[in-house]
């Protein structure tokens, strides 16, 4: 899994300000765009960086993210076929950890049916990691699979130059991405700090965006349509009142963007029309 990571290189001068948000679609096309749009129109962060691996969508995101690409809402690293969710992020960190230029200090990994719901959510997260000097920020949920509490993986938060190194993780392929990376960061000696992400109202998590689609389309060869087809209806997190919060946020998504094309989501998201 390995063998076409790239670790954090171990060079100083990364701005504590700069922040990368890595986030894999599949598609996902509206629910992608909602995220890009509430992480630009929401969140207070002005060293924020977004990078979207596209998993070799088929129902127009791939079209709709290389023209927010061009107009600088994100960076797009698309994929001719699906390589899963695990492999698509060691691909958005790796591509950050080999191409030129200032090194983010954080990655923020985002699913792609997360909204950001409130401008602090940043500000409050990394306040948390600075007071307990911590690497790794998440949200403890009840893991059903290996009777354990740890961190889930809608929003999680990490220090790459402690965490994105040989010995810990990187992201595996199947159902529990993150298993390997959490594990083997704590057996590593990795400060891990809680913060409620979902719980507190900083983020929404619609939950099985991703599974939705793989229904929606019928998409048999995916591996886990099996499963998709009694769990592709949104949960929420269990928290009360997100799913309210969560259509206002919609509706204020689709009436800022109108007919939903990368210009009018740029647009909606700040940006002007680029020029050639």
């Not at 792609?112 to 602090?120: E, G, I, N, Y």
């Not at 000097?133 to 509490?149: F, V």
């Not at 960061?185 to 998590?205: C, D, E, K, Y």
Request: some cysteine.
């Amino acid at each position: 899994m390995a063998g076409d990571v790239v670790w954090w290189p171990t060079v100083p001068g990364a701005s504590r300000e700069r922040v990368a948000v890595v986030s894999v679609s599949y598609n996902t096309r509206e629910l992608t765009g909602l995220l890009l749009w509430s992480l630009r129109r929401i969140v207070n962060w002005p060293g924020l960086e977004i990078v979207i691996v596209d998993n070799g969508s088929r129902d127009g995101s791939a079209e709709l993210l290389a023209e927010a690409a061009q107009a600088g809402v994100c960076a797009l690293v698309g994929n001719d076929v699906n390589r899963q969710h695990g492999p698509g992020l060691n691909q958005g960190i790796s591509w950050l950890a080999s191409r030129p230029g200032p090194l983010p200090a954080w990655i923020w990994i985002l699913d792609s049916d997360v909204v950001a719901a409130r401008p602090d959510v940043l500000s409050s997260a990394l306040a948390v990691a600075e007071s307990e000097s911590a690497a790794l920020i998440g949200e403890p949920q009840w893991d059903q699979w290996h009777q354990a509490e740890r961190f889930g993986l809608s929003s999680l938060l990490l220090d790459p130059a402690q965490v994105w190194r040989y010995g810990i993780g990187p992201f595996t392929d199947g159902g529990d991405p993150s298993f390997d990376l959490l594990t083997s960061a704590a057996r590593s000696g990795v400060r891990l700090a809680a913060f409620p992400f979902t719980a507190g109202g900083h983020m929404i998590h619609r939950g099985r965006g991703s599974l939705a689609a793989v229904f929606a389309a019928a998409d048999r060869s995916h591996p886990l349509y099996d499963w998709a087809t009694g769990h592709h209806d949104p949960y929420f997190g269990e928290v009360p009142g997100a799913d309210e919060r969560y259509k206002a946020l919609v509706q204020a998504f689709r009436e800022e963007t109108g007919p939903l094309t990368g210009t009018s989501l740029a647009a909606a998201c700040g940006y002007p029309p680029s020029h050639p």
